[in-house]
């Protein structure tokens, strides 16, 4: 599968997300987002797979599809209060990274000097979603 055609499937828009919030290091206590993506891809992808697929297979389809429904109902709470906690006062951080000029002016002198880090980083995401299946 090519890092396209796994960014459109929803299991690799939650996969890419997750790489998102790691990548930013804004995320201190990753415990309450890989508990979010768990939910989302146990609970709620899996099961929505599961309401749809049941009735390819040719067996009963209304346990399985109801017990998915209702463990999704059942998983809303600690799915919101696990995605909200997961940032972890991220704009705060922003904002304490950014409250001074001295410090835009770092920031400015280390997007000049690191301008091959940059393009090398804008080669890889691109080559991601530009590949074949062999990678």
Same mark, same amino acid.
């Given at each position: 599968m090519t890092g396209m055609e796994s960014f459109l499937t929803p299991l690799g828009m939650i996969d890419f997300t997750?790489?998102?919030f790691y990548g930013t290091g804004l995320v201190n206590n990753s415990t309450h987002l890989e508990t979010c993506v768990d939910i989302l891809s146990q !609970? $709620?992808?899996k099961g929505f797979y599961r309401i749809i697929n049941e009735?390819?297979?040719?067996?009963t389809v209304v346990f399985p599809?109801? $017990?998915s429904i209702f463990h999704m109902v059942?998983?809303?709470h600690p799915l919101l209060i696990n995605c909200y906690s997961a940032p972890d006062r991220m704009f705060t951080r922003l904002g304490k990274k950014f409250d001074d000029w001295y410090d835009l002016?770092?920031?400015l002198s280390n997007i000049?000097? !690191?301008v091959s880090y940059?393009?090398?980083a804008y080669r890889e995401v691109y080559e991601f979603f530009d590949s074949d299946d062999r990678g």
């Open positions: 997750q790489g998102v !609970n $709620y992808v009735p390819v297979r040719g067996e599809a109801v $017990y059942w998983s809303m002016r770092i920031l000049v000097h !690191n940059a393009h090398d």
